[in-house]
């Protein structure tokens, strides 16, 4: 199995400060046939699913604000938020679906300081 | 638009089974695989596993093996989860997911609890 490593925790940023979260990936995560790095980021607020954030892991989805943005490759990512909003305090999960079992990061819990 | 609308909340004793179903629309059940999640209150997302309804193939976590079952209903593109052998950890809520890749397209989420 994958295993998906987050840092840090939890972490509380200003209002209008950057947020920026790590992922680490026990092996590599870069698919060859798709050419792209199968890694994830989720947003989850309370009593809320998870939405999906970035996929390819740079890629934003549809709506997302570009305050959110993702970088790493084969093993190590990250996912940044600049200019943090009131409403982007959330648990912030990685996910890899390179191979199954699909398996996430065990989330980061991001707060206004 | 991709819906996915999961049964209501289940209140169970140790030891019984729970069926949990997922009805989909807007999209074609048979071309994407069925996921399901579960967290258990203030804790984080662990899979559980998936099927494939155009084959019925399935794939399960390590650590739901011999306890889960995942099934599907082509004829009202709604895929099911029956977990057994419930103890208080299966306390959670548990989503279903359409996969494209990624995990785009959530259900709502169902509360199981587990009391005795």
């Known amino acids: 199995d994958i295993v998906m490593t987050q840092s840090p925790d939890s972490l509380a940023v200003s209002l209008g400060a950057r947020a920026t979260i790590n992922c680490k990936s026990s092996?590599?995560?870069?698919?060859?046939?798709?050419?792209?790095?199968?890694l994830a980021w989720y947003q989850q607020k309370p009593g809320q699913p998870p939405k999906l954030l970035i996929y390819g892991a740079s890629t934003r989805e549809s709506g997302v604000p570009d305050r959110f943005s993702g970088s790493g490759s084969a093993t190590d990512f990250s996912l940044t938020i600049s200019g943090l909003q009131a409403e982007d305090v959330s648990v912030y999960y990685c996910?890899?679906?390179?191979?199954?079992?699909?398996?996430f990061g065990q989330g980061t819990k991001v707060e206004i300081k | 638009q991709v819906q996915l609308v999961q049964s209501g909340t289940e209140v169970k004793k140790p030891g019984a089974s729970v069926k949990v179903s997922c009805k989909t629309s807007?999209?074609?059940?048979?071309?994407?695989?069925l996921h399901w999640v579960r967290q258990a209150p203030g804790q984080g997302l662990q899979w559980v596993g998936c099927i494939n309804p155009k084959t019925g193939g399935t794939y399960y976590g390590q650590n739901f093996q011999g306890r889960v079952t995942m099934t599907s209903d082509t004829s009202i593109s709604t895929g099911y989860l029956d977990l057994t052998s419930l103890t208080s950890d299966d306390t959670a809520v548990f989503y279903c997911?359409?996969?494209?890749?990624?995990?785009?397209?959530w259900g709502q989420g169902t509360l199981v609890t587990v009391s005795s």
């Open positions: 807007g999209y074609s059940f048979t071309d994407y695989h």
């Open positions: 996910q890899q679906y390179y191979s199954l079992p699909r398996t």
């Open positions: 997911i359409r996969e494209t890749w990624y995990f785009g397209d």
């Open positions: 092996q590599s995560v870069f698919h060859s046939s798709t050419h792209e790095n199968h």
